[in-house]
């Protein structure tokens, strides 16, 4: 059974990977500080799985305290990190902080892997690292633009930092980036899914909490872009789809599927949809009115983007396979466990 390290593995996309992971057949360890989780997002993944995963509440940025964890639970074949943080507001208030968190934690995998011969290393980039592209959907091809923010930097500088350090030392290494557009929704459970903390800045956790009456109104930031209802377009993707590419990502490198020992995937369904489709359409799969109005635009934001996922498709032999309605369906049963388990 092959072993993998899940760094930010109680987050929200780490929590629906582990799960995946468990599910065929991984053994999973898993280290976070809960800087963006809770511990009991360990219950949800037993109760799906009936496995507790090792857990160790350690700071990615403590080299020592990694270079002890790997060793205590040795043997780890390949990791998966995701252990960042991604406020991209919070990031241009304190961008040193943001700065040392995804950059140290990184450069601390990278030294550690060779010395303990961990040579597989899946990373979490994002779709960010493109801007605003100027043709879509948008090819691993399409050239990175400046980064909007020292979040989004820290993507672009990562993919750097991991390209270098294997061109260094090509037999140490193998890395596979995958560059997630919007991941949206919650395991068909309902026992885990995305927890954001304080207000929400992504739509979605605003839409679910609109919706149950927590946030009296959202706002959609712009109905006057240059699409065809004016609200921007993303590429909302449901975890899970996203969650089950991680493991494909494994298994590639584990079966040396690929001569290459860097490689980038887009991870997207391929289709675009606007804020307000969005909501009508979360509205008319749960019955359940989101109260919005047309704010102005927020500062920063991307017009439209969504992925050509069709390198994935074809050479990682992964797809999206998700509808969105049953993915917002998903969205809304989170909300409502969550408001459940509150009430308790
Ligand atoms: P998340 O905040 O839910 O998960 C990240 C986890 O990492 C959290 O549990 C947090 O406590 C932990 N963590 C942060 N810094 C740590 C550190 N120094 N040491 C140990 N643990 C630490 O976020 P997520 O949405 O699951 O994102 C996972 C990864 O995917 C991140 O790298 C993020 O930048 C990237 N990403 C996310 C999105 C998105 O929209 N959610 C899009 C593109 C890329
Ligand atoms: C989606 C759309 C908003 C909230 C961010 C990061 C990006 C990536 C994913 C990690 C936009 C609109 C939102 C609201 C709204 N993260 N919106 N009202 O902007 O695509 O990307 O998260 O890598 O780096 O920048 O996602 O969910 O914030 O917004 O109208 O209250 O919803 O304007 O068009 P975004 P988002």
Redesign the pocket.
Known sequence: MSKVLVTGGTGYIGSHTVVELINEGFEVVIVDNLSNSNIEVLDGIEKITNIRPVFENIDCVDYVAMENFIEKHGGIDAIIHFAAS?A?GESVEKPLLYYRNNLVSLINLLQLMPVHKIKHLVFSS???VYGQPEELPVTERAPIQPAL?P??NT?QISEEIIRDAIHSNPDCYRSIVLR?F?PIGAHASAEIGELPLGI?????P?VTQTAIGIRKQ?????DDYNTPDG????DYIHVVDLAKAHVVAVKRMLESKSKESYEIFNLGTGRGLS?LE?IKTFEQVNQVKVPYKI?G??E???EQ?WADPTYANEVLGWKAEETVEDTLRSAWNWELNLARRNKN
């Open positions: 991604k991209v994002s779709c960010t923010s979040y989004g993507k997630y919007n929400p800045n992504n739509l979605l605003f959202l706002q959609v930031f712009g609200s921007c377009i993303r804020v969005i704010a635009r927020r920063g934001d991307i983007v």
